[in-house]
């Protein structure tokens, strides 16, 4: 297993629409210094040239903080790079071809909404599973909901880590209690905040707590 289930704890999931003026490094800095256990780079809009030199920044950063950093969907990039891993929606290239591509020691995040897709995902060699979306969200218009039996029986299913995603905040953590979920994976909950540091610690202790 290339990741902990202690690197769930609190994954942040980066989106740049709440830069205002910001850049993204300083951003996701003070989410790791939030205590931050895990940083997925997502980027839809960017061209590669800068997909790449912002990828390079924040490598280094989760580095000096000893936070594991994956690309979202973008295989390539992650290669190119050199990314601890990338993470992939059912949609995206499927985890066995991912590890064909990526060699061994990188981790790969799939994510699913049921027990069916998380062994499938498993089987073909994910570290482990982002699982959602459990609330509706902005960052995902089209996400079904998953309930939290769904979650729990996912938990159950795969003895690999488990991250529960999807419009989670510090008040609606309460539904994942005693799901098994190894942490959650937060985009608005940290990058939206006015104060990202204070909300990222806030956060942690909240999760830690519900865990």
Partial sequence: MNCRPEDMLLYAVTDRAWLNGETLESQVEKAL??????????EKELD?????????????LCAEYHVPFVINDNVDIA????????????????AGKVREKLGTDKIIGVSCKNVEQALLAKKHGADYLG?????????KKD????????????????DIPVVAIGGI???????????????????????????????????????????
């Fill in 79 to 94: 290669l190119k790079m050199d990314a601890d891993g990338v993470h992939v929606g059912q949609s995206d290239m499927e």
């Fill in 131 to 139: 699982v959602g979306a459990m609330y509706p969200t902005g960052t």
């Fill in 33 to 42: 210094k939030g205590g931050a256990t895990f940083v997925q780079l997502r």
């Fill in 169 to 211: 905040n510090k008040d609606r953590l309460e539904p994942l209690k005693g799901t098994g979920v190894d942490g959650v994976a937060v985009v608005s909950a940290i990058f939206a905040a006015e104060d990202i540091e204070k909300a990222t610690r806030e956060l942690k202790e909240a999760v830690r707590e519900i865990l």
């Fill in 143 to 158: 996400a079904t909901a998953v309930t939290p039996e769904a979650l729990s029986a996912i938990c159950q299913a795969v």
């Fill in 48 to 60: 590669e040239e800068m997909f790449l030199e912002e990828a390079k920044k924040i490598k280094k």
